[in-house]
């Protein structure tokens, strides 16, 4: 009994640590783009922003909990590059402005006039107000922001689950047509919106986190330190999984009662609204709040660690300061303008984090053999550049008709067949040189 609640908790500090701004805002944008589509489209959704980061907290957990380690099997410059990537993506870039442009969107902008909502002052004051809390609380460390993530997780769980109850008992509407790319490639294209999580990035990153709590409880076994983070994962994971169907199919039911919008914060609000009125959206704008501000603390100081470690003559608080600074910048574009420019960089970076974490798991198959790595992630980086400066209307005219005949390349997976190709000429000359 003991075990289970050990394991139980460290599960839920797992799932605390991914129930972020985007966790919220994209499945009710997928159920309402996905129309009829939605369970094929929600599948692919779940492998990428569910399945894949349970395996990478597996990786990195055997890999010592360390994603530079984990990335120095490539080799140092490339650990060191890669790494710092994936902590700019979850951090100043992407995911913290997100957080701010959430709190606006889900806390500020549904009691503002439509006028003043779409007026550029009240994004900036509340981004202004939001990261002078954000950088005090992170240069102030307190039991302040544990104490709200204790609080915060089964109080979003709560309303999230309150608001799935009521769109199922009196529904707002019934499925709408698909759109998009959701009515030819529903799965693809939920696969790919998978990424917008960033939950793979940050599973490689919150490895060392659960390696910690549980080193925390005495548990100094390597096997055992695995064992549990695989049931946290789970544990994590059935939890998400539930948020993003939840989600999902409120926002699948939604637009007969709020149109249609591009934005999954102002899906949510707006259902919120429909589903429980005044009261509703003020406990949910409360929530969201302190998810967003409890989610932008640990990541802000996650960067301002990482990098104080890598160049230490610069201090943590300095990093903090410049990092806190640029996410406020980034925050005032919109949170539909930073969605749009994080999605070509997620598809360049996702997939190398995605091979990288599948060979890290199969490493005493090839003994660690570094070539099994560069060779996979050539041919990988090679697919994944390409479509990530497609999307930024970037061609190359001769690389694409190459591209073109790869198998699943109009699936946005061309980059899997040459991976494993690459690491299968990388494991012979590894044999071969060995011998």
Avoid at 83 to 103: D, E, H, M, N
Avoid at 200 to 220: E, H, P
Avoid at 360 to 373: A, E, H, M, R, T
Wanted: proline share 4%.
């Amino acid at each position: 009994m003991k075990f289970i609640k050990e394991n139980l908790a460290v599960g839920l500090l797992l799932f605390a640590l991914f129930l972020g701004a985007g966790n919220i805002i994209f499945p009710p944008l997928l159920g309402q783009q996905a129309g009829e589509h939605i369970t094929v489209a929600m599948i692919g959704f779940l492998i990428t922003g569910v399945g894949l980061p349970l395996l990478a907290i597996v990786a990195v957990a055997k890999a010592g909990g360390d994603l530079q380690l984990l990335a120095n099997r490539v080799n140092p410059v490339f650990g060191i590059i890669f790494t710092s990537i994936v902590y700019l993506a979850i951090g100043p870039f992407f995911a913290v402005p997100r957080t701010g442009s959430v709190s606006y969107e889900i806390g500020i902008a549904p009691f503002l006039s439509e006028t003043a909502a779409n007026h550029w002052a009240p994004l900036f004051i509340t981004s202004v107000i939001f990261f002078a809390l954000i950088l005090y609380l992170a240069i102030n460390p307190s039991k302040l922001v544990d104490r709200v993530g204790k609080i915060l997780t089964p109080a979003l769980l709560i309303v999230i689950l309150l608001l799935a109850i009521k769109s199922f008992v009196t529904p707002m509407g019934e499925s709408s047509l698909a759109v998009g790319k959701y009515t030819t490639s529903p799965f693809t294209e939920g696969f790919i919106q998978g990424y917008l999580t960033m939950d793979v990035l940050s599973a490689l990153v919150f490895g060392i986190v659960i390696l910690q709590a549980l080193r925390g409880m005495g548990m100094s076994d390597t096997k055992k330190q695995v064992k549990t983070t695989i049931f946290a994962g789970i544990v994590a994971a059935i939890g998400l999984a539930f948020v993003y169907i939840s989600l999902g199919y409120i926002g699948n039911t939604s637009v007969d009662a709020i149109g249609v919008s591009d934005n999954g914060g102002i899906i949510i609000a707006k259902s919120a609204d429909v589903l429980f009125g005044n009261l509703g959206s003020i406990i949910l704008s409360i929530t969201i709040l302190l998810a967003c501000i409890s989610t932008a603390v640990g990541l802000l100081t996650a960067n301002a660690q990482f990098f104080n470690k890598l160049f230490p003559k610069i201090s943590y608080r300095t990093f903090l300061i410049v990092f806190t600074i640029f996410s406020l910048a980034i925050t005032n574009v919109g949170l539909s303008t930073i969605i749009n420019t994080s999605l070509p960089v997620l598809l360049i970076i996702y997939p190398l984090a995605m091979v990288l974490m599948v060979l890290s798991l199969l490493d005493n198959f090839f003994k660690g053999g570094q070539i099994v790595y560069i060779l996979a992630l050539i041919p990988t980086f090679m697919v994944s550049l390409y479509d990530g400066l497609k999307l930024m209307k970037i061609e190359i005219v001769p690389y694409e008709n190459f591209l073109n005949a790869l198998p699943l390349y109009e699936q946005s997976l061309g980059w899997l067949v040459p991976a494993i190709v690459g690491a299968i000429v990388g494991f012979i000359i590894h044999k071969i040189s060995k011998k």
